[in-house]
């Protein structure tokens, strides 16, 4: 079997058994971990006996495939003391009955229910029939901050008039204070029977003890240790301080309030998708210390480049301590989760909301830590991308699932996914306005083109993006091609910028206006500042208008939406990314002005 150009067999071999990339491959690492993968599946198909092969097959589907959803339908579950009347008769939908079936039967997973079915509902009725089962004493709901009052306390209280809830908001010390005041001890302030709600914020205040941290070490370590890379005793002590550094975090601003003190059986937790950044894919790296000093010397890069799966938060891991406390003294149930969008197209994603009610039944699947999991069902290749300010940077680029049928099984144990069909709902008009480019948007556009065009020139400094180097020159250019990838991501940058607004298109507009950008740092404030001074705020954003078709039609728009008596109440939202960012303030301000906002009524 031929490799991808430029692929050698001891790149394949350096790769699969965990050594460093040699030199000079960075722009063809993608293409040898998809060699390696290519020449695995062959060998699989076309080498092994057909026994060996029947053998891995039927072991597979055992671990991975084996699992039939049950119908949680002929699954009865009594609700007691729930309210008859509440906005008119009160009847819960079949779409409803099932999920709490599902949550309260399967003892853990999450309703991804699709907008107006009712997350709140199904999850406030399946966690009092967790109560009435017996499983549960004292529930604690963790919801966004906004929705303590008008949405969970008012919800729980019309379905259940007769059950007490007690609101902890964020765990602020005056809460603790007039807890404490009305409850005394900790232990007092949550008796049987009540429903205890805390902000996704206040969760950050809970602490745990000593031997209970030491617990959680074990979970950490469960989910993200790797064996091959913690070989020596330098590369292991490296991840005891990854995990300490986890935990670090999580309990970094935590008080005297205890969980074990409250006596917490179980969570529901709304709007899980806040959640969602627990952990990274472990960096595959080898690490050289000084053999004096013991600090670090040099990082080598090895398999995935880089980290996978963004910034953790600090709320996503204390909710996965939170989470696993809870199902280890309950038999692994009793927790409860919602969110309509739970995860996005990303593998990382799904493994860490898995992370949460499902980490026992992926370790029997054979995915003991997050790289598992990655190695199984993800296909990561590294691609040339932009960063925000245009640069191109190499990054590891999920580019699809593999074994899909395997990973949606795995999704739909413990994810119940429905949309009501018997819902009504408003019917949606889709108007796609076809806007005429500005005059100074087209000659921008014909520099971009002209800039594309002269792919053999070293690009002029003056034409360099917000803190972009020399990359682009031939002389820099780790390959060939680079410097052509370059000037298209740099063109791209400017084009999509240009789409909203030439004056976002900050050195080609600077140019314009005869400005020399000294420096690379902060273009786009620079531009603003000598634009405002030159023509005034509010004549400068006339003319900003007037060059950009797209600013000008939001602008209509908003003003009719204002004054239709059917739309006025729901306002208007206006999206802009990440271009011209130094100009939105002032732009709410012309558009506030310009409709007629008061202050306070237009945010940005």
């Known amino acids: 079997i031929a490799l991808t150009p430029e692929v050698e067999k001891w790149d394949i071999i350096r790769y699969v058994t965990g050594q460093n990339f040699r030199k000079d491959t960075k722009l063809i690492r993608g293409d040898i971990k998809a060699d390696s993968k290519r020449l695995f599946n062959n060998f699989v198909k076309n080498e092994l006996e057909p026994e060996i092969q029947k053998q891995i097959v039927t072991k597979f589907n055992r671990e991975k495939n084996g699992y039939v959803k049950p119908n949680?339908?002929?699954?009865?579950?009594?609700?007691?003391?729930?309210?008859?009347?509440?906005?008119?008769?009160?009847?819960?939908?079949?779409?409803?009955?099932?999920?709490?079936?599902?949550?309260?039967n399967k003892g853990t997973g999450l309703l991804a229910w699709g907008v107006g079915v009712g997350k709140t509902l199904g999850l406030a009725v399946a966690t009092k029939a967790n109560m009435d089962k017996g499983w549960t004493k004292r529930p604690l709901f963790i919801v966004p901050d906004a929705t303590v009052e008008s949405t969970w306390i008012d919800t729980i209280h019309n379905v259940f008039p007769g059950v007490k809830i007690n609101n902890l908001e964020g765990l602020q010390a005056n809460v603790r204070a007039r807890l404490t005041k009305e409850r005394g001890d900790v232990s007092n302030w949550i008796k049987d029977g009540e429903i205890t709600i805390i902000?996704?914020?206040?969760?950050?205040?809970?602490?745990?003890?000593?031997?209970?941290?030491?617990?959680?070490?074990?979970?950490?370590?469960?989910?993200?240790?790797?064996?091959?890379?913690?070989?020596?005793?330098?590369?292991?002590?490296?991840?005891?301080?990854?995990?300490?550094?986890?935990?670090?975090?999580?309990?970094?601003?935590?008080t005297s309030v205890m969980l074990t003190?409250?006596?917490?059986?179980?969570?529901?937790?709304?709007?899980?998708?806040?959640?969602?950044?627990?952990?990274?894919?472990?960096?595959?790296?080898?690490?050289?210390?000084?053999?004096?000093?013991?600090?670090?010397?040099?990082?080598?890069?090895?398999?995935?480049?880089?980290?996978?799966?963004?910034?953790?938060?600090?709320?996503?891991?204390?909710?996965f301590l939170i989470t696993q406390y809870i199902?280890?003294?309950?038999?692994?149930?009793?927790?409860?989760?919602?969110?309509?969008?739970?995860?996005?197209?990303?593998?990382?994603?799904?493994?860490?909301?898995?992370?949460?009610?499902?980490?026992?039944?992926?370790?029997?699947?054979?995915?003991?830590?997050?790289?598992?999991?990655?190695?199984?069902f993800a296909n990561y290749v590294t691609e040339?991308?932009?960063?925000?300010?245009?640069?191109?940077?190499?990054?590891?680029?999920?580019?699809?699932?593999?074994?899909?049928q395997a990973l949606q099984s795995l999704i739909k144990e413990f994810f119940d996914v429905q949309e009501d069909t018997t819902l009504v709902r408003p019917q949606r008009h889709?108007?796609?306005?076809?806007?005429?480019?500005?005059?100074?948007?087209?000659?921008?556009?014909?520099?971009?083109?002209?800039?594309?065009?002269?792919?053999?020139?070293?690009?002029?400094?003056?034409?360099?993006?917000?803190?972009?180097?020399?990359?682009?020159?031939?002389?820099?250019s780790e390959k060939g091609g680079k410097k052509e990838e370059g000037l298209f991501l740099k063109a791209s940058t400017y084009s999509i910028s240009n789409s909203l607004s030439p004056f976002f298109v900050y050195n080609l507009m600077a140019e314009e206006e005869g400005l020399v950008f000294e420096d690379s740092k902060e273009h786009g404030e620079k531009l603003r500042k000598f634009l405002v001074d030159k023509y005034g705020e509010e004549e400068?954003?006339?003319?900003?208008?007037?060059?950009?078709?797209?600013?000008?039609?939001?602008?209509?728009?908003?003003?009719?939406?204002?004054?239709?008596?059917?739309?006025?109440?729901?306002?208007?939202?206006?999206?802009?990314?990440?271009?011209?960012?130094?100009?939105?303030p002032m732009i709410a301000r012309y558009f506030a002005k310009e409709l007629g906002y008061k202050e306070g009524e237009v945010v940005h």
């Open 540 to 584: 400068l954003m006339k003319r900003i208008i007037k060059e950009s078709p797209k600013l000008r039609y939001a602008l209509e728009a908003a003003r009719i939406t204002k004054k239709d008596k059917k739309t006025k109440a729901f306002g208007n939202f206006i999206y802009m990314g990440t271009q011209g960012v130094p100009f939105h």
């Open 72 to 104: 949680w339908t002929m699954l009865p579950v009594i609700v007691q003391d729930m309210a008859k009347l509440w906005k008119g008769t009160f009847k819960l939908s079949q779409t409803q009955m099932d999920g709490i079936s599902f949550l309260v």
């Open 384 to 404: 040339t991308d932009r960063d925000l300010r245009g640069e191109p940077v190499d990054r590891e680029i999920m580019m699809s699932f593999n074994n899909l």
């Open 327 to 376: 199902q280890k003294r309950n038999n692994g149930r009793n927790v409860f989760l919602a969110s309509a969008t739970p995860v996005e197209n990303q593998a990382t994603e799904v493994y860490n909301i898995l992370s949460y009610v499902a980490r026992d039944r992926m370790k029997q699947m054979g995915f003991i830590n997050i790289n598992d999991f990655l190695a199984t």
């Open 261 to 319: 003190d409250l006596g917490i059986d179980h969570v529901s937790v709304d709007e899980v998708h806040n959640f969602r950044k627990v952990f990274q894919g472990v960096k595959p790296e080898e690490v050289e210390y000084d053999e004096k000093t013991g600090e670090v010397k040099k990082i080598k890069s090895r398999g995935f480049g880089g980290t996978i799966g963004g910034t953790p938060a600090i709320k996503a891991q204390q909710l």
């Open 430 to 476: 889709v108007m796609t306005p076809h806007l005429q480019m500005g005059e100074l948007q087209a000659k921008f556009l014909d520099q971009i083109q002209t800039m594309l065009g002269a792919k053999d020139k070293i690009v002029d400094e003056s034409m360099q993006v917000e803190g972009e180097t020399e990359m682009f020159n031939e002389t820099n």
């Open 199 to 254: 902000t996704h914020t206040g969760i950050l205040q809970l602490g745990f003890k000593p031997d209970e941290i030491i617990e959680a070490t074990k979970d950490v370590k469960d989910a993200i240790w790797d064996e091959d890379r913690a070989s020596t005793a330098r590369a292991g002590e490296v991840q005891d301080t990854k995990i300490d550094e986890i935990l670090g975090r999580a309990q970094r601003f935590t």
